[in-house]
């Protein structure tokens, strides 16, 4: 990873840091947490009202996504769902309840802040399906073929290496899985540096993919079905949108492929407790001595 996308992970993370941070020490306060200041495009008010009256004050005032995830992917009972960066677990909250007991629901986030608040969130709402995994969304650490349904709500135009993301979705959903993602989405005829004018990368403008840009990104992971629909502006040029996408149900071979492509050192999740080697026949020590590497960033 090059300085500038090292720097760049590092801004973010502090950023949604330290909106934990003010979440948590808002629900020490008599009234209750404040939500955490975003403008009318994005935050919890794109929720129904029973929707986040269901919920922890605190999972609601660190909601800073720009749509409802949970309805985009229409969640059924008994799939399995992950909320790539989930931050304070509002969509996972949602989520287990739309998948119920014999479902699950993944919550994944690499801020430390955000984690604690989500589990803490989840005692709260008395969730018992539901699991908050730290680390990055471009290394996901689940098995190949485990997820039914991969959410997002305004993260991926966060991260530094999208193809790794898009790759990294493609291998953990089953064949005939989906992607229903709630996301900010550029005109293309938006230039990057057009874009960056428009906002910073914290504020989920400058790193955004263009509708083009975004169509390509899946159609390399492998998805198919791809369908992106602006459903509100956020800047000009700039636009929430609804992101679904298929992994086609023949894609058992292709998904190994994937993995193999992307794997660092021949292990894909490197450096995470659920490693695995692209290389069935090889253990994950074999796979990195025989690439003369170690965990690789």
Do not use: W
Not at 64 to 69: A, H, K, R, V
Not at 72 to 94: F, K, N, T, Y
Not at 107 to 124: F, P, Q, S, V, Y
Not at 228 to 239: D, E, K, L, S
Request: aromatic share 4%.
């Amino acid at each position: 990873m090059s300085e500038q996308s090292t720097d760049l992970r590092e801004t973010v993370r502090r950023r949604y840091a330290a909106a934990a941070m003010k979440v948590a020490e808002g629900s020490t306060a008599c009234c209750g947490p404040e939500p955490v200041e975003v403008d009318e495009n994005f935050g919890s008010g794109l929720y129904a009202t029973d929707e986040r009256a269901t919920l922890p004050a605190e999972a609601v005032a660190a909601s800073l996504g720009c749509g409802n995830p949970t309805v985009v992917a229409e969640l059924r009972e008994g799939e399995r769902v992950l909320d790539l960066g989930s931050g304070g677990g509002i969509d996972v909250l949602l989520s287990a309840r739309r998948v119920g007991p014999t479902g699950k629901a993944y919550g994944l986030d690499m801020t430390e802040e955000m984690l604690a608040l989500a589990l803490a969130n989840a005692r709260k709402a008395g969730a018992t399906s539901v699991e908050f995994l730290k680390g990055t969304i471009e290394a996901i650490p689940l098995p190949a073929n485990t997820i039914d349904v991969v959410i997002s709500n305004c993260v991926i135009n966060l991260s530094v290496d999208k193809p790794a993301v898009f790759a990294e979705t493609f291998r953990v959903l089953r064949p005939g899985g989906r992607i229903g993602v709630s996301d900010v989405v550029a005109d293309d005829a938006l230039t990057p540096e057009q874009r960056a004018e428009r906002g910073d990368y914290v504020s989920c403008i400058a790193g955004a993919l263009s509708f083009a840009e975004y169509r390509a990104g899946l159609e390399a992971a492998g998805f198919s079905g791809i369908d992106i629909t602006p459903t509100h502006p956020v800047a000009n040029g700039m636009h929430s949108a609804i992101i679904r996408a298929t992994k086609p149900a023949d894609s058992d071979m292709t998904s190994e492929a994937h993995s193999s492509e992307s794997a660092c050192c021949g292990v894909n999740a490197c450096c995470t407790p659920s490693e695995t080697t692209a290389n069935p026949a090889l253990t994950v020590t074999e796979a990195k001595s025989a690439s003369g590497c170690g965990c690789q960033s």
